[in-house]
Nanobody, 124 residues
């Protein structure tokens, strides 16, 4: 089992930056593929970024590629999402998630562990 708690959300102006953190508890974190998802009001939850268990592989949604960076520190049981050049359309609740699969999954139903979410609001 892995428990996840996100932090770092907030209000930022367009063009600004935020860094989200996801602290994990549980002995199996280092073997879990981690992902970030987001859900805007009235929309379905969508994949943002994923990272392999050892951090060597990453994958991004086209909408955030080149602006967002996912990373992890297995010694600290934490995964991060660095968000730069933020746009109003990035406004959403951001969730971190974990899956014990071997490869990065983009479908939310592949993930077993979820945090409670953190709000990111980008003003124009």
């Amino acid at each position: 089992q892995v428990q996840l708690v996100e932090s770092g959300g907030g209000l930022v102006q367009a063009g600004g930056s935020l860094r989200l953190s996801c602290a994990a508890s549980g002995r199996t974190f280092s073997s879990v593929v981690m992902g970030w998802f987001r859900q805007a009001a009235g929309k379905e939850r969508e994949f943002v970024a994923g990272i392999s268990w050892n951090g060597r592989s990453t994958y991004y949604a086209n909408s955030v590629k080149g602006r967002f960076t996912i990373s992890r520190d297995n010694a600290e049981n934490t995964v991060y999402l660095e968000m730069n050049s933020l746009k109003p359309e990035d406004t959403a609740v951001y969730y971190c998630a974990g899956t014990p699969t071997m490869t990065i999954a983009t479908a939310s139903n592949r993930y077993e562990y979820w945090g409670q979410g953190t709000q990111v609001t980008v003003s124009s």
